[in-house]
């Protein structure tokens, strides 16, 4: 059974800090700010492109990273301090889990500040205000944190709500708050495909 947007409607939020208007230009950007700190520091051990994983973690493919952004993920956007990543970066060096290991360069206090604005800002890999064509994207099933389930394209991200064309053509908006964690990955799943981004290459 589906549900219009309006039988969707939740209790309460899933995670309030997600919900970062996107309507204003991002301070920090991903590929210039972030990937480049990522590159130098954590590639060795976490690239998709050099089959390394330490952890299960990868840093140089947006479409394996994403999969670590949300609500209950490694980075969770709006959250610094619930991030696991700002605790493994600020983490005394002496610590087992600190990040980098010992062994290599540490991180600036610059780039950390780099990667916590990035988060407080939602951890955005693209731009948040990609739209898709008129044509649309391909149908998904987007579910809500009742597990009630829709079938819609995703057309736009608008500040906290999400526009999806239903099946029978109309535009609606429907709150990210009130969306399951995997349909918020699926809103930076359509983003990373609105961008044009590729899947790295494994060897």
Same mark, same amino acid.
């Given at each position: 059974?589906?549900?219009?947007? @309006?039988?969707? #409607?939740?209790?309460? %939020?899933?995670?309030?800090?997600?919900?970062?208007?996107?309507?204003? @230009?991002?301070?920090?950007?991903?590929?210039?700010?972030? @990937?480049?700190?990522?590159?130098?520091?954590?590639?060795?051990?976490?690239?998709?492109? @050099?089959?390394?994983?330490?952890? +299960?973690?990868?840093?140089?493919?947006?479409?394996?990273?994403?999969?670590?952004?949300?609500?209950?993920?490694?980075?969770?956007?709006g959250d610094v301090e619930e991030s696991h990543?700002?605790?493994?970066?600020?983490?005394?060096?002496?610590?087992?889990?600190? #990040?980098? %290991?010992?062994?290599?360069? %540490?991180?600036?206090?610059?780039?950390?500040?780099?990667?916590?604005?990035?988060?407080?800002? +939602?951890?955005?890999?693209?731009?948040?205000?990609?739209?898709?064509?008129?044509? +649309?994207?391909?149908?998904?099933?987007?579910?809500?944190?009742?597990?009630?389930?829709?079938?819609?394209?995703?057309v736009k991200l608008d500040g906290a709500s999400?526009?999806?064309? #239903?099946?029978?053509?109309?535009?609606?908006?429907?709150?990210?708050?009130?969306?399951?964690?995997?349909?918020?990955?699926?809103?930076?799943?359509e983003l990373l495909a609105l961008s044009g981004?590729?899947?790295?290459?494994?060897?």
């Open positions: 059974m589906s549900y219009s947007p @309006a039988t969707m #409607m939740l209790p309460r %939020p899933f995670v309030l800090s997600f919900l970062l208007s996107p309507c204003c @230009a991002l301070a920090v950007d991903f590929k210039k700010d972030i @990937a480049p700190i990522f590159k130098k520091h954590c590639y060795e051990c976490h690239s998709e492109q @050099a089959d390394k994983r330490k952890a +299960g973690y990868v840093f140089d493919d947006m479409h394996t990273l994403v999969l670590d952004i949300g609500p209950k993920g490694f980075i969770v956007p990543l700002n605790e493994v970066l600020t983490n005394a060096e002496s610590e087992k889990n600190h #990040m980098p %290991p010992e062994s290599k360069t %540490p991180l600036s206090s610059g780039d950390i500040k780099k990667i916590q604005a990035w988060i407080k800002e +939602g951890a955005w890999l693209t731009s948040t205000t990609l739209q898709a064509p008129p044509t +649309g994207l391909e149908k998904k099933k987007w579910r809500n944190t009742e597990g009630l389930e829709i079938e819609a394209s995703f999400v526009h999806l064309k #239903m099946t029978d053509g109309r535009v609606l908006p429907y709150p990210v708050e009130k969306l399951s964690a995997d349909s918020q990955v699926l809103i930076r799943k981004e590729k899947k790295i290459a494994t060897k």
